[in-house]
């Protein structure tokens, strides 16, 4: 089984920033590509960014511009550095890892509140 180590998520003011780490162990391989999505209450899960092992980089719609990822596939390791963080940022963003097998982290909480 694979197991994905989410942190760095907590309580930021609007405007804020705040940087998430995913680490995947266990019985892991190269990942084809690595991912963080978000689930406010109410809404569907929803991608927020992924990268490739090739480097390909996408981002949602809303939050391009003020959020980056980044990371070391060869690793499992992977990072989301959210600056300008607004009030509907607030969510629990989960990890997701893609090889021959798949894996979600346990998720973080990101609240963004005055």
């Known amino acids: 089984q694979v197991q994905l180590v989410e942190s760095g998520g907590g309580l930021v003011q609007p405007g804020g920033s705040l940087r998430l780490s995913c680490a995947a162990s266990?019985?892991?391989?190269?990942?084809?590509?690595m991912a963080w999505y978000r689930q406010a209450p109410g809404n569907a899960r929803e991608l927020v960014a992924f990268?490739?092992?090739?480097?390909?980089?996408s981002y949602g719609d809303s939050v391009k511009g003020r959020f980056t990822i980044s990371g070391d596939l060869a690793k499992n390791t992977v990072y989301l550095q959210m600056n300008n963080l607004k009030p509907e940022d607030t969510a629990v963003y989960y990890c997701?890892?893609?090889?021959?097998?798949?894996?979600w982290g346990q998720g973080t909480q990101v609240t963004v509140d005055s």
């Open positions: 997701f890892y893609d090889a021959i097998n798949r894996a």
């Open positions: 266990g019985s892991i391989f190269s990942a084809n590509a």
């Open positions: 990268i490739t092992s090739g480097g390909t980089i």
